[in-house]
């Protein structure tokens, strides 16, 4: 199971990222996938969590944040906009197998990324 992310890059309060996580190695269905961020002396933070129609957001990005999955792609994206200074963070993409639930922060992931940064100015 491999996870990789890109589209972190430094933008203005404000604006507007797509971050992508390609998976490989496994059946992309039957995972659910999330994006969490972690920022310098902060603890990580859920972000968001999707498997089939279920999507799950932090209070923080409601409204803000919108994660979709190109399954013939096996991509998984976190469309970000009107980003804040408080967004700055590593993020990275993760999978576990089964159903993400509400309490989906809180599970072990069994596979995460590397992680892309993002700057928010």
């Known amino acids: 199971v491999q996870l990789v992310e890109s589209g972190g890059e430094s933008v203005q309060a404000g604006g507007s990222l797509r971050l992508s996580c390609v998976a490989s190695?496994?059946?992309?269905?039957?995972?659910?996938m999330a994006w969490f961020r972690q920022a310098p002396g902060k603890e990580r933070e859920g972000v968001a969590a999707q498997r089939d129609a279920a999507t799950y957001y932090a209070d923080s990005v409601k409204g803000r944040f919108s994660i979709s999955r190109d399954i013939a792609d096996h991509t998984l994206y976190l469309q970000m906009s009107n980003l804040k200074p408080e967004d700055t963070a590593l993020y990275y993409c993760?999978?576990?197998?089964?159903?993400?639930?509400?309490?989906?922060?809180?599970?072990?992931?069994?596979?995460r990324g590397p992680g892309t940064q993002v700057t928010v100015s």
């Open positions: 190695g496994y059946t992309y269905l039957s995972y659910c």
């Open positions: 993760a999978s576990r197998v089964g159903m993400c639930g509400p309490n989906w922060s809180k599970l072990r992931f069994d596979s």
